[in-house]
């Protein structure tokens, strides 16, 4: 699945929140968006997610407009989120709520989905443990789960690994690559850990006040703006 | 004890009353209920003393009818409010669901929980007090279809605001019910209320349904036309809920409401 977006805007009053976006993010692809905080990232998620409502401009899920009713359900159904503002509840074990939203999600061969998973992301352990006991790894983890139930053809991962320690960090960076090649999953990624998105991405965005005011690879990045790296880069382009 | 320090917590939360209009509302709003509510019981009382003369458990039965309203309305609100202190919101709403399939979902469930906490109550009634609300015979599901009908377009309403306004909207989901119970007319009847008032409270599914059960109990008939006056009302206040609701979400999709509510 791909994501189309066409002169896309988001005004909250007088504030312009999104400005003109346009982008494409072709299937199985991984794309970063970068820009410093209230740059309109979670909008423009929020906007892909059909959870806010564009003012003007186009979300394009595989060229199906996402603002009709009907397609906004039929693309949620392979599209999954994880984000570390938003949480599983706390006092259903591990194991209802992946029971939970893999109904939800209407997974087939369920007890399957989540034996892979648990396997997968080292969740056996704690499986049937309430989800609000767990250390803020084990969260992530189980969040992460939750976002794969549906084995989404697009996962859009709002800073995911924030709050991790390197360790924990590293192996959900891992799993999420080696994810993404095995099924050819397209992601958006929306992070400020620099080497996370120098690691995952084949494509950057970086945003500011809005807008897009750069694209490319990250080594087209650096070499265009005269840095060694992409912090620098991104620190330059903001600071401008 | 220093008295500065003890200042400093107290204005602590005097800035946050002074800064919230809702709160002094909030404040203001449960006595003036208490109020009215327990002057109106008074006055019903000074004035006819005899009227429960006999039929022991009216006031007991409307007291379980009412609780099954309050029940079923803050049911589904905390149904909803549940996701929203969870921080599990967002999650719900990139889930493929239909807010049609969210609605009934949340009615359905919100039954069970409240049955759960009503069945216990209305089998003690019968060996602490001697009173059996069964003695409202067949009427007595009707009945409650009605309330249960009328606790979810409250719910819905009440969620429709938590949609649209955020947590903020908190509020007014526990204090929704209170506002009807004088103008339900759930312990008194409604020919108390000054006559203004009387043309408010005929527009409430609730004053049919406390009116029927009253006379059901006291004279031992059952007018039919109370009871399809109320579910005619509870369907056209349900469909305008619904409406309500959708409306609800679309605003909220709009003003960016359901990206991390909760925070």
Request: aromatic share 12%; hydrophobic share 45%.
């Amino acid at each position: 699945m791909s994501i189309k977006i066409k002169n896309l805007y988001k005004n909250y009053k007088r504030f312009e929140a999104v400005k003109n976006l346009n982008f494409e993010i072709k299937k199985g692809s991984i794309t970063g968006l970068l820009g410093p905080n209230g740059c309109g990232k979670t909008t423009t998620i929020g906007m892909i997610l059909g959870l806010i409502r564009p003012t003007k401009g186009e979300v394009l899920i595989n060229n199906k407009d996402i603002e009709i009713e009907k397609n906004r359900i039929s693309v949620l159904e392979k599209m999954n989120f994880i984000s570390p503002y938003v949480e599983l509840p706390k006092k259903l074990s591990v194991k209802e709520n992946l029971i939970v939203y893999g109904k939800m999600y209407e997974v087939k061969n369920l007890q399957n989905r989540i034996n892979t998973l648990s396997n997968d992301l080292n969740l056996e352990n704690f499986l049937n443990k309430k989800t609000g006991e767990l250390s803020s790894g084990q969260k992530n983890r189980v969040s992460l789960a939750k976002s794969l139930i549906n084995n989404p053809e697009i996962l859009l991962l709002d800073e995911p690994t924030a709050s991790l320690d390197p360790d924990t960090g590293d192996y959900v960076r891992s799993y999420i690559e080696n994810y993404a090649k095995k099924n050819n999953t397209t992601i958006l990624l929306a992070s400020h850990n620099m080497s996370e998105v120098e690691r995952l991405c084949e494509n950057i965005m970086m945003m500011k006040q809005g807008k897009i005011i750069d694209e490319g690879t990250c080594e087209e990045l650096i070499f265009k703006h005269g840095r060694v790296n992409l912090e620098e880069t991104f620190l330059k382009l903001v600071r401008e | 004890m220093k008295l500065r320090r003890m200042y400093a917590l107290s204005i602590r939360h005097l800035y946050l009353i002074r800064g919230s209009f809702p709160r002094i509302l909030d404040l203001i709003y449960w006595p003036t209920i208490q109020i009215i509510l327990w002057g109106f019981i008074s006055k019903f009382f000074t004035m006819y003393s005899d009227y429960y003369n006999n039929t022991v458990g009216v006031i007991l039965s409307c007291a379980i009818l009412y609780d099954f309203l309050f029940r079923s309305s803050i049911s589904f609100n905390m149904l909803f409010l549940e996701e929203i202190w969870s921080r599990n919101f967002t999650n719900l709403f990139v889930a493929p669901l239909k807010l049609s399939e969210i609605i009934t979902a949340l009615t359905f469930t919100a039954l069970v929980r409240t049955l759960i906490g009503i069945v216990p109550a209305v089998l003690l009634m019968s060996p602490l007090f001697g009173v059996s609300i069964i003695n409202l015979g067949a009427p007595l599901f009707l009945l409650f279809l009605s309330l249960y009908m009328f606790g979810t377009t409250l719910g819905i309403l009440v969620t429709s605001g938590l949609l649209r306004f955020g947590p903020s909207f908190e509020n007014t989901a526990w204090s929704s019910l209170f506002l009807l119970a004088p103008l339900g007319c759930v312990y008194y009847p409604l020919s108390i209320l000054p006559e203004w008032l009387q043309y408010i409270s005929n527009l409430l599914p609730l004053v049919y349904v406390f009116e029927e059960a009253r006379s059901i109990l006291i004279n031992n008939s059952v007018n039919y036309d109370n009871i399809i006056n109320a579910l005619l009302l509870n369907l056209i206040y349900f469909s305008l809920s619904v409406i309500i609701f959708y409306f609800s979400f679309y605003g909220a999709r709009k003003k960016g409401t359901l990206v991390n509510m909760g925070e």
